[in-house]
């Protein structure tokens, strides 16, 4: 988690000030935390299969709306964060215990659902009005779209794994300030 935190400080300290508006750097810096995410290996946090209790050492879910979209970040080392396309978020609630129990529960969801992604050739942001489930594994990613409202009303083999990650995002946003 702290390479994670060091490198959205990078990223922020790198940015062009004068090229950019506040919201804009913002942005971009989630934009590249991301990215920076999705392009992690399970080695880069000291992940290895025979240490994990699944092929899922991490799972990336992201719900478009109107004007962006949000990011859940749920990682095996504990790592949990929320951050939203036009800027901003919740970084290092896996400090909070509440916070990395629902994380873990949620890792262990979405190694059930595993056979339900599908290999992923690219990570686009989600459309809005759908969620992606983007499944970090030791063999590379995988990912799964539905509508939110087929997931959130229950309609969808992978509701239940959603409902999991809205259990991490209220974790987080009762635990941080």
Known sequence: MRRILA??????????????????????????LRAMVLRLSPEELGLSEDTSPGPVWGL??????????????????????????NGGGILGGGEHAPVRKASGELLTSANQ????????SSTPPPAQGHTTFYFLTFDGIRSY??????LGYQRDRLSLLFHAAH???????????
């Open 113 to 120: 659902f595993l056979e339900s992604a599908a290999p992923a």
């Open 60 to 85: 990336v879910m992201e719900t478009g709306m109107e004007g962006g979209y949000y990011t859940l970040v749920a990682l095996a080392d504990g790592t949990t964060s929320l951050y939203f396309s």
């Open 7 to 32: 490198a959205l400080i990078s990223i922020l300290g790198i940015l062009p000030a004068a090229a950019q508006t506040p919201d804009t750097a913002h942005a971009q810096a989630t934009a590249d």
């Open 145 to 150: 779209t539905a509508p939110e409202q087929e």
């Open 167 to 177: 259990s991490v995002i209220s974790e987080l946003r009762v635990r941080t300030p």
